[in-house]
């Protein structure tokens, strides 16, 4: 079966991190650009991290020296460690997975993508 499924997510307070995860069954990550979006109620969704298959990573503005990306290939795992988080990162995280695909077209557009997980909560106390 193939799936994605993140995990990590939870209630941390103004300024303090997290680290979710993605984890791949039924295929393999290394092959794929996976991207990290989140969401807010009411709101479009946002592409804030992506990797290649080349495992360079690119971050939105919005994130860039807060978040990183990071993958375990053997693990057929992908990471998303989030320091420095402020209120207004609270929503719920995607990870997604996409082939063929550079990594800006999938941040820029999420229609492409042939994988989603089902989104993790994560909530920022002011």
């Known amino acids: 079966q193939v799936q994605l499924v993140e995990s990590g997510g939870g209630l941390v307070q103004n300024g303090g991190s997290l680290r979710l995860s993605c984890a791949a069954s039924g295929f393999t990550l290394v092959y794929y650009v996976i991207a990290w979006f989140r969401q807010v109620p009411g709101k479009k969704r946002e592409g804030i991290s992506c990797m290649n298959p080349g495992g360079r990573a690119y971050l939105a503005d919005s994130v860039k020296g807060r978040f990183t990306t990071s993958s375990d290939s053997p693990r057929n795992e992908v990471w998303l460690q989030m320091k420095r988080l402020r209120p207004e990162d609270t929503a719920v995280y995607f990870c997604?997975?996409?082939?063929?695909?550079?990594?800006?077209?999938?941040?820029?557009?999420?229609?492409?993508?042939?994988?989603w997980g089902n989104g993790t909560q994560v909530t920022v106390s002011s």
């Open positions: 997604a997975a996409q082939h063929p695909a550079r990594c800006w077209d999938v941040l820029a557009s999420d229609a492409g993508v042939n994988y």
